[in-house]
């Protein structure tokens, strides 16, 4: 099963069609099987914990089960929630995500690749980012719902300092990683200090850029939903609170599910742009997933 | 060189000294006093053992580094900034990975200001002449490291050089591979008439190209020797190591050279 490459064992005049469809079957028995036991695990999981609960080896009002958190999305799709309709809050949580999300990695990308363009400026500030790095992020809730309210701009300004400083950090580092006989090479071949910065530093800090944009979409949601724990009207973090409020596990789960939704969903769209983006680099001879 | 006769030579290098210091205050001397003199037109390879700043004087020359003491001229001017009529060939795969092939070859043109229709014929024109014409739309990691160099090749000469620099361009090729690129280097070459500075460990490779060889001490590098070659060109690099005149300066320059890496050899196993 691990050695895909190697046709070996073929009766000598085997024609090349024959070894190659025999490959194919084989690279597509293999993505079957992954994606079998992918389901097969997820479906024992699932079904241990309904097992579990219904059988009470569990304490089902703690720990609910899948069929009440189902039953729970149903009914908040259908019926709408305590604070109103669920795509409502849905969309009021995806909203403050994604504007610091977009703000915070503009920022992150433009401050990073500005720093690490330039010695004396990153030289003088990297005291301060590291201090202010330093400071878990989360504690910011208050402070941002005390002086901007329980509105959306607390929350967007949470999700903005999530995301600038993972986004900045992997843009300085990509900058400073450029290749510099690329960067002499693009000098010498004429190129402005713009030009330089255009066409050799940013592209070669996408990579770095993209891989942060992954997890700062999820930070981006922390933000937002730790930002409606702390205060707010609505919201996914909002009904989780209330959710907590009242006991209510399967409601506390639910919401869980919704936000792992979203985010798979915006991972993949990020993977789509990423590989349109990326296609100069070099594939993997051989998908094996 | 009669055709360079009255007029400056391409490259100057007047009592140059060249320091580096390190962020905690030590200096290294990479040059010291190195004098050096590139006809217009001439096609001048340096060798030296490793380390000795071969590479120290090519940044030199191209602007990217300036000499702590001493004088840098090209065509009788003194070296302000980057030249615009210095090319440059890297040892290392210095093509942009995420451009295709003509817009890797593209690239000096267009940083110079020229429209894009110009650039892209000109583009077109110098991949025909290296050869690569039905891979204008390939990336780098898609070709072989012999046609990643030519395309390095072309990306450089689209910009008409007058002084052309080379840092052991061709020594992560396979032996075959390099032959055939240092008949095409001659053929560009002798096309255009640009002043070289080859710099290599290889010293039949320096032989086969140049007019002059020069032989550089172990660190700080100053000139040793230089040797004029008088083989006739147009040259067969495949066939030429096989003539006696080649042998014989080969053996001569080796003489030079190995006192020097043997030097070289043995301060670094001293060090270590």
Redesign the interface.
Known sequence: MTDITMAAGYRPGTSDTEIEAAAQARIRRRKQTVLFWQIAILVLLLGLWELASDMNWIDPFFYASPSAVVARLQDWALNGTTEGSLWYNLGVTMEEALIGFVTGSVAGVVVGIGLGRNQMLSDIFSVYIKAVNSIPRVVLAPIFIMIMGLGLASKVALAFVMVFFVVFANAFQGVREADRDMIANARILGASNWQVTRTVVIPSAMSWIFASLHVSFGFAIIGAIVGEFVGARFGIGQLISIAKGTFDAAGMFAAIVLVMVVTLAAEYVMTLIENRLAKWRPQQSLDTH | MAASQGREPAIELINVTRRFVSPTGKSLTALADFNMTVERGEFVAVVGPTGCGKSTTLNLV?G?ARPSAGEVRLMGGPVNG?D?R???A?Q?D???????VIDNVM??PL??GRSRSEAEKSAKDWLARVGLSKFLHH???QLSGGMRKRVALA??FI?EPEILLMDEPFSALDVQTRTVMHEELLKLWAERQASVVFVTHDLEEAVALADKVYVLTAGPATVESGYRIDLPRPRVVSEIRYEQAFIDYCKTIWEDLRQEVETSYRRASEAA
Do not use: D, E, M, S
């Open positions: 191209t990217l980057i615009p210095v090319g440059f890297f290392k210095a093509l942009f990975p995420w451009k295709n690239a000096g940083f110079r990336y780098p990691h990306q450089t910009n």
